[in-house]
């Protein structure tokens, strides 16, 4: 058990919805990295927060948005959903902000119908 | 040419055989991640390197900063260690680019 909590495990909607993932990092960390992982593109890493700050954005699309709450928690919100985001959608915490080891949430699997 | 390349991209080997993994990368960067995926989806952080070398274990990691190369190493391997291992790369901007994964398999 990683300690990072990922909710919903599976969801399941339609094109053109909006959904939020929901991450719970591991107790003590301050930082919750977003992954996207697809069949066609493999792992990318999409934002990253730490203490409530964006700190590093990578392939995350204009649709997409994130935050983390003074809690810690985080959460991914993707609107107007296309089929190709259906990916399983992992979360990672870490202590620090930089080049610390990770610990993965067990992801959400998004199915676009 | 992929920012981050791994090979072998599959790898079948017999318990108890050493296995090497290799990842190379083109950019400059920060650290370098080993990454574990079961079947089951679930992902663990086997190692973070910025130089050197660590060990966990049976599982060994090294990199060479200046030939931009990192290998795996198993040793005395078993069927749990069935896996895709995935080399991440951060770079100096902080995004992550990930390799495409090895698919180990290990026979009984």
């Known amino acids: 058990d990683s300690g990072v909590t990922q909710t919903p495990k599976h969801l399941i909607t339609a094109t053109g919805q909006r959904v939020t993932l929901r991450c719970s990092p591991r107790?003590?960390?301050?930082?919750v990295y977003w992954y996207q992982q697809s069949l066609d593109q493999g792992l990318q890493f999409l934002i990253q927060y730490y203490n409530g700050e964006e700190r590093a954005k990578g392939n995350i699309l204009e649709r997409f948005s994130a935050q983390q709450f003074p809690d810690l928690h985080s959460e991914l919100n993707l609107s107007s959903l296309e089929l190709g985001d259906s990916a399983l959608y992992f979360c990672?915490?870490?202590?620090?902000?930089?080049?610390?080891?990770?610990?993965f949430g067990d992801g959400t699997r998004l199915s676009i119908l | 040419k992929n920012e981050v390349e791994q090979s072998p991209q599959n790898l079948t080997a017999q318990e108890g055989e050493f296995i090497t993994i290799n990842c190379s990368y083109s950019?400059?960067?920060?650290?370098l991640h080993w990454l574990q995926q079961h079947p089951g989806g679930g992902i663990v952080s086997l190692f973070m390197?910025?130089?050197g070398k660590k060990k966990h274990g049976r599982l060994i990691a090294t990199i060479n900063i200046q030939e931009k190369h990192s290998s795996l190493h198993i040793t005395a391997s078993h069927p749990r260690d069935s896996a895709v291992y995935i080399c991440a790369v951060r770079g100096y901007g902080q995004n992550f680019v990930f390799g495409p994964g090895t698919r180990l398999s290990v026979l009984p």
């Open positions: 390197l910025s130089s």
């Open positions: 990672a915490s870490s202590v620090g902000v930089s080049n610390q080891p990770q610990h």
């Open positions: 950019v400059g960067i920060s650290a």
């Open positions: 107790s003590g960390d301050l930082s």
